[in-house]
């Protein structure tokens, strides 16, 4: 009488019902607000509290299987601050994957000059501005890595935000600034975060395999919590 399926097959509807109620509700918000909304307000604990666990093994599961969590629907009604993000945005995040213009026709259709002889502003793929973060390196060795990230206020018009930072292992995280102070609806602030691997572990940990490790960045208002998930991969593979 029942059947239990998961997986994107199955996500992929409910979430695509959900960005329809949300456009409903906010009309005014692009589909990278509305999928900003859940994201950032999704749970990555289950009905009874705990981490949501992996079907496969069983295990705590990461962001590899979940994504940002899972979605709830309320709290991304009120999320309280977006990641927005423009079509001129994504055209220069696919100019940075380095597409060639018969490519970028393609993808956009609709624009007549969709080429990247403008020179587009976004020139690494993590400079999007998405509600995650990925990090990608070869090798455990020092690096440093630094971008930013653009805040569009959707709550009420005067509200202070502080950042929490839970980094992965091995990595250094840190935000500037650490708070942000909004005075109006749909007001635009900005900051910038780093990433730090300041030890070579290359010299004592020999990996024949990806290495992969989580946290998280959160801003809080004491009634918003806007939850981005950070993956530190590192690939031998990677170029």
């Given at each position: 009488?029942?059947?239990i399926i998961s ?8 979430v695509s ?15 990278a ?17 705990h ?9 705590v ?6 994504g ?7 709290a991304?009604l ?7 993000i ?8 696919v ?9 970028m ?14 020179g ?6 993590i400079?999007?501005n998405y509600p995650s ?8 060795k020092p690096f ?10 959707v709550?009420p ?11 992965p ?16 609806l ?8 780093t ?8 010299d ?20 918003h919590?806007?939850?981005?998930p950070i ?7 990677y170029?």
């Amino acid at each position: 009488e029942f059947n239990i399926i998961s997986g994107t097959s199955t996500s992929c509807p409910h979430v695509s019902g959900l960005m329809a109620l949300l456009k409903a509700a906010h009309p005014e918000w692009s589909p990278a607000a509305i999928k900003s909304a859940l994201m950032t307000t999704a749970s990555i604990a289950d009905n009874e509290g705990h981490r949501i666990t992996d079907t496969y093994d069983g295990e705590v599961a990461y962001p590899t299987a979940y994504g940002s969590g899972h979605v709830n629907p309320n709290a991304a009604l009120q999320p309280g601050l977006v990641y927005n993000i423009s079509i001129q945005e994504y055209l220069d995040f696919v100019c940075g994957l380095n597409y060639s213009s018969a490519d970028m026709l393609n993808i956009f259709t609709y624009i007549a000059q969709a080429n990247c002889t403008g020179g587009g502003s976004i020139t690494r793929p993590i400079d999007l501005n998405y509600p995650s973060f990925s990090i990608v390196v070869p090798s455990l060795k020092p690096f440093s890595l630094t971008t930013s990230r653009t805040l569009t206020n959707v709550g009420p018009p005067n509200s202070t935000y502080t950042v929490s930072i839970n980094p992965p292992p091995l990595l250094d995280v840190f935000v500037i600034p650490s708070t942000l102070s909004f005075s109006s609806l749909y007001q635009n602030l900005s900051y910038s975060i780093t990433f730090n691997l300041s030890r070579n572990y290359a010299d004592f940990i020999e990996l024949d395999y990806s290495f992969n490790t989580f946290g998280s960045l959160s801003w809080a208002d004491g009634v918003h919590n806007v939850t981005s998930p950070i993956s530190f991969l590192v690939s031998r593979n990677y170029r």
